[in-house]
């Protein structure tokens, strides 16, 4: 079964402009979330997608959004880059089967973001 | 919020030898999680714990979660070259299993 794929793998952008990040998860999986991690703060949930619907959110501001297609692939949308959001961003798929259910997370090799 | 802090920050062992990792929480943990990562790259999924007192084992790695379920450590016994890189407890509250709280992390040196 393939893993977690993350497109592209490396990006390179400048301050103001606006990315977009993919991630497939593991066949049969329908949830995916979304991290930044960064050497300062380490790593930190930016979203869960579930069936299409964002699920849960943590504290970014709304210049990082998402969202999920049917097929359940996900993307990632950073608007109005600044220096700051350079980071390995990284998605996880899990089963997430049921609403509360504490299942096996795999994580893709990541983005690694660089803003000039 | 939840918060989890690991020791040692980092470690380096020499080949064969055993050694602990413990990730401690200041809330309780409901799933706990512990991945492998290489610099810069993606993380490994190693073992998820849910029990107090759960222990689950994988080749020579091992993890445990007591029974107050605020503490897991990992275990690795007889180390080896390919053991190392950076080891990350990820915590999930209760009801939201998905949105991870992550520890800074142990980097793991195995020498020659």
């Known amino acids: 079964k393939a893993g977690v794929t993350q497109t592209p793998r490396y990006l390179i952008k400048t301050r103001g402009q606006q990315v977009t990040l993919s991630c497939s998860p593991i066949s049969g999986h329908r949830s995916v979330s979304w991290y930044q991690q960064t050497p300062g703060q380490g790593l930190q949930f930016l979203f869960e997608?579930?069936?299409?619907?964002?699920?849960n959110k943590g504290n970014f501001p709304g210049r990082f959004s998402g969202r999920q297609f049917s097929n359940s692939r996900s993307e990632m949308n950073v608007s109005t880059l600044e220096l700051g959001d350079s980071a390995l961003y990284l998605c996880a798929s899990s089963l997430r089967d049921r609403e509360i259910s504490y299942n096996e997370q795999f994580f893709g090799p990541g983005t690694r973001l660089t803003v000039l | 919020s939840q918060e989890l802090e690991q020791s040692p920050q980092s470690l380096i062992v020499q080949e064969g030898k055993n050694l602990t990792i413990n990730c401690t929480s200041s809330k309780t943990l409901y799933g706990l999680y512990w991945y492998k990562q290489k610099y810069g790259e993606g993380l490994i999924f190693l073992m998820m714990?849910?029990?107090?007192?759960e222990e689950k084992s994988h080749e020579k790695i091992t993890a445990k979660l007591d029974e107050k379920k605020q503490q897991s450590s990992l275990h690795i016994t007889a180390s080896q070259p390919s053991h190392a890189g950076i080891y990350l407890c990820?915590?999930?509250?209760?009801?939201?299993?998905?949105?991870?709280?992550f520890g800074t992390g142990t980097r793991l040196q195995v020498t020659l």
């Open positions: 997608y579930f069936s299409e619907t964002q699920r």
């Open positions: 990820g915590a999930a509250p209760a009801g939201t299993a998905s949105k991870l709280t």
């Open positions: 714990l849910q029990k107090g007192g």
